[in-house]
């Protein structure tokens, strides 16, 4: 039972260009909704984050879409770096109002390689 | 202003054994989580808790798994008579008790059960 799910397990993409990592959610109780970037032998750090209530999101480089018609979200890194490099992972959680509810759901990860 | 903290990083059990991580939440923070990323998969949810609160423990297993957030000193994950499936990367969250929804994550203990 994924309710939160990453369909692709790699993306590979030249520096400079656009990185667009795609999420789906199956849970209409669902309210808010992160990226987390993750690099081997570390915990995920907080990328950005995203309420229900907006579609769009945007800090420096990086920018998440939310449609909830089609419960999906998606993850913009324009321009993407090497150093960006890593396994991002998108979660969901239920708790509005600038409350921290409770557990997110994870995605099973996108391995994100950027080449010079 | 140091971020969330875990020890050991590294813990090697035989089967049978007990393991215990420990988990330092971020000042200032009062909620915790604890998460297992097993192989190859995502970070699942076990428990959330509060200062001497089990909030949510709808993740955990049913045997063997407990965990504490005393009053005092760090959030604990205890696992009895480990097995080797229990072998994963056990990451710790904290967050504030008021404030945005983000969870910041420690580094993780990596469990290995011979």
């Known amino acids: 039972d994924q309710q939160v799910k990453q369909n692709s397990p790699s993306l590979s993409v030249q520096e400079g260009r656009i990185s667009i990592l795609n999420c789906d959610y199956t849970?209409?109780?669902?309210?808010?909704f992160l990226w987390y970037k993750k690099y081997p032998a570390e915990g995920p750090t907080f990328l950005i984050s995203?309420?229900?209530?907006?579609d769009k999101n945007e800090d420096g480089r990086f920018t998440v879409f939310l449609n909830k018609s089609a419960k999906h979200l998606s993850l913009h890194i324009v321009p993407s770096q090497p150093g960006d490099s890593a396994v991002y992972f998108c979660?969901?959680?239920?708790?509005?109002?600038?409350?921290?509810?409770?557990?997110?759901?994870f995605g099973q990860g996108t391995i994100l390689t950027v080449h010079p | 202003n140091a971020g969330v903290m875990q020890n050991p990083r590294h813990l090697v059990r035989r089967r049978g054994q007990e393991a215990r991580l420990r988990c330092s939440p971020m000042?200032?923070?009062?909620?915790v989580y604890w998460y297992r990323q097993l192989p190859e998969e995502g970070l699942k949810f076990m428990v959330y808790?509060?200062?001497?609160?089990?909030?949510?423990e709808s993740g955990m297993p049913k045997e063997r798994f407990s965990a504490e957030f005393p009053k005092e000193g760090p959030s604990i994950l205890r696992i009895q008579q480990v097995v080797r499936g229990d072998s994963a990367a056990y990451f710790c969250?904290?967050?504030?008790?008021?404030?945005?929804?983000?969870?910041?994550f420690g580094p993780g203990t990596r469990l290995t059960v011979l």
């Open positions: 808790l509060q200062k001497e609160n089990i909030i949510d």
């Open positions: 969250a904290s967050s504030p008790a008021i404030g945005n929804n983000e969870q910041f």
């Open positions: 000042k200032g923070h009062s909620h």
């Open positions: 995203i309420s229900s209530i907006k």
């Open positions: 849970n209409s109780m669902f309210d808010y």
């Open positions: 979660a969901a959680g239920t708790g509005a109002g600038g409350t921290s509810y409770g557990k997110l759901t």
